[in-house]
């Protein structure tokens, strides 16, 4: 079964840092992971992504701020981001493309499973 469970949101001030971490489960180092963000209203849309082979992207919005790892041996897949703006204000949510090989960065997955989300908010 797959889980993928998010974590490390919280309330930061502009210029801060916050680090998200995806535990996952069912989910093999092969597999496309991403992170996507949703304000009420709008879409959500990707901010990073990792694929089966290590290669990463980035949204124009999070290039040079935020950054996307993996650490196989713990399942655990983290958003490092940096220089936070309100306009990152978001849910951020986790998400995997099954089977290992079958997502491509270009679309950030596609994912078909997904996180809860964890909370960002940026005050100016």
């Known amino acids: 079964q797959v889980q993928l469970v998010e974590s490390g949101g919280g309330s930061v001030q502009s210029g801060g840092s916050l680090r998200l971490s995806c535990a996952t489960s069912?989910?093999?180092?092969?597999?496309?992971l991403a992170w996507f963000r949703q304000v009420p209203g709008k879409e959500r849309g990707g901010v990073a992504v990792?694929?089966?082979?290590?290669?990463?992207s980035y949204s124009d919005s999070a290039k040079g701020r935020f950054t996307i790892s993996r650490y196989n041996a713990k399942n655990i897949v983290y958003l490092e981001m940096n220089d936070l703006k309100p306009e990152d204000t978001a849910l951020y949510y986790c998400?995997?493309?099954?089977?290992?090989?079958?997502?491509?960065?270009?679309?950030?997955?596609?994912?078909?499973?997904w996180g809860q989300g964890t909370q960002v908010t940026v005050s100016s």
């Open positions: 998400a995997a493309r099954l089977p290992a090989y079958s997502g491509s960065i270009g679309d950030y997955c596609s994912p078909n499973y």
């Open positions: 069912g989910v093999t180092d092969r597999v496309c």
């Open positions: 990792v694929g089966s082979y290590g290669t990463t």
